[in-house]
């Protein structure tokens, strides 16, 4: 069992900074990825950032070079750095987690931001 909870969301105005974090608990000697994706109101969730446990990353490309996902050295901790935010950057985040052959999902944070 893994268990996810997401911190630091809320409301930003357009053009601002957020930073997320994610505390994963449980099995974490198991995980071999962590990430975020996101869902918008009446959209399907999207994938938004990874990292593995060797610290390989990705990101979507509606977010590539604002956002930046990265983890603490015990692992216990990962972040998403959100920068130059946009009105539809506005959503619920979910931290995720890969453990063997199952994702582990956090209980979403809401990400809003104002133009």
């Known amino acids: 069992q893994v268990q996810l909870v997401e911190s630091g969301g809320g409301l930003v105005q357009a053009g601002g900074s957020l930073r997320l974090s994610c505390a994963a608990s449980?099995?974490?000697?198991?995980?071999?990825?962590m990430g975020w994706y996101r869902q918008a109101q009446e959209k399907d969730r999207e994938f938004v950032a990874w990292?593995?446990?060797?610290?390989?990353?990705q990101y979507a490309d509606a977010v590539m070079d604002r956002f930046t996902i990265s983890r603490d050295n015990a692992k216990t901790m990962v972040y998403l750095h959100m920068d130059t935010l946009k009105p539809e950057d506005t959503a619920v985040y979910y931290c995720a987690a890969t453990y063997n052959s199952l994702t582990y999902w956090g209980q979403g944070i809401q990400v809003t931001v104002s133009s």
């Open positions: 449980g099995s974490i000697g198991g995980i071999t990825g």
């Open positions: 990292i593995t446990r060797t610290s390989f990353t």
